[in-house]
């Protein structure tokens, strides 16, 4: 007798992050646009809580009908669950390891099992994760249900694929395992992840078998102008008031942004990284301030004299704010500033920067694991 076919629902993204949710916006306008109006059906998206505060994104979102459900995703840390401390421990023996990673990996799934099952995974056409290492890739594989991976931020494999870099001591036999389901490592390794979207192969300097290119920016060129307008509504309350904030207060008058990162860790030491930044690149400028959205200082506090965009959202959609022109934005490594349409001058200061902040160990990824940039 054949199993019943369950998949009745067409695709669902599932987002830890405002930029996750952008993209998933993206994609599904695409689809919009494209397909035959018989035969385009929409998505639903699941928020998930456990690295995000959305606040009321989801009420927004469910305004706009972009998406036929949203979805309140209760994701739970590995902390969270006490229990499975004892098999994150370092051993020297690889046996010993990978014994406890087998024994994590499917004790995590069935720890998340009761937050997963709001939702029916298996009834899905397509789903598309973003940040499959979070545990929603561990319940998925073990479930034995079929997903996309898709990158955690824009062309973010260049400074961080975790996957390797949390992975590079005997690579190869780990990813064995992973293809295998005995273990999990993210990025295009799991079994059940059918392939992984990136940005730019080549800024990556890893290699997976299921990478799969899938530039951002023809995306955006393609929306139309009432897709722009709910792009807007979608991550913005006031979108009046924000316009009146990126004009000039006077004739001539020039903005220069520095956009803000959640590094370092110490708020002091981040506070100290804004304030130097400023005085040696943004002189001369209005100065105004992007926080990250994971960011929580209060920077009207810190700098009373700059703009501080409020409200928490990727800074892709200023894109679609017409006649917004900035002379000159900064960053550390947030690489959205790529993406930034409206800028004249981009100046990229690279994780070295933070090197004068904190130990160059804590940021110094790629380096640890003895990989280079892929553009150089």
Request: proline content about 5%; charged content about 30%; aromatic content about 12%.
């Amino acid at each position: 007798m054949k199993k019943r076919n369950r998949k009745t629902k067409s695709r669902l993204y599932v987002c830890h992050t405002f930029y996750h949710v952008y993209v998933a916006i993206l994609k599904e306008m695409k689809l919009a646009r494209t397909m035959p109006a018989d035969a385009y059906k929409k998505a639903d998206i699941a928020l998930s809580a456990i690295s995000t505060d959305f606040e009321n994104l989801g009420d927004r979102l469910t305004k706009t009908e972009l998406f036929d459900r949203v979805i309140a995703l209760d994701e739970k840390r590995e902390d969270f669950f006490p229990a499975l401390a004892k098999y994150r421990k370092n051993y020297s023996s690889i046996l010993k390891h990978m014994v406890n990673r087998m024994i994590f990996t499917k004790k995590l799934a069935k720890c998340e099992a009761p937050y997963m099952e709001v939702i029916d995974f298996a009834a899905y056409k397509d789903i598309y994760v973003f940040c499959d290492s979070d545990p929603i890739g561990y319940y998925l594989n073990y479930k034995h249900i079929y997903y996309h991976a898709v990158e955690d931020g824009l062309d973010c494999l260049k400074n961080l694929d975790d996957a390797y870099v949390a992975n590079h001591g005997h690579f190869k036999l780990k990813t064995w395992f992973s293809r295998h389901n005995l273990i999990f490592i993210m990025n295009g390794w799991g079994k059940y992840c059918l392939d992984m979207e990136i940005n730019d192969r080549s800024v990556v300097p890893t290699d997976c078998p299921r990478f799969v290119e899938e530039p951002r920016k023809p995306l955006e060129r393609g929306l139309t102008p009432e897709q722009k307008k709910l792009m807007i509504r979608a991550f913005i309350e006031d979108a009046d008031k924000l316009a009146e904030q990126l004009k000039p207060s006077h004739e001539g008058e020039e903005f220069a942004c520095f956009l803000t990162e959640p590094h370092p860790v110490d708020v002091e030491a981040r506070k100290n990284v804004c304030l130097d930044v400023l005085e040696k690149y943004c002189k001369g400028y209005r100065i105004m301030i992007k926080p990250h959205p994971r960011d929580t200082i209060d920077y009207t506090k810190l700098c009373p004299d700059a703009v501080v965009l409020r409200g928490r959202f990727p800074v892709e959609v200023l894109n679609f704010f017409e006649g917004l022109h900035i002379k000159k934005a900064v960053s550390i490594v947030t690489t959205a500033l790529n993406n930034m349409d409206f800028v004249e001058e981009k100046l990229n200061l690279g994780a070295s920067f933070w090197d004068a902040y904190e130990d160059p160990e804590k940021h110094a990824y790629n380096k640890k694991a003895g990989l280079a940039l892929a553009d150089k």
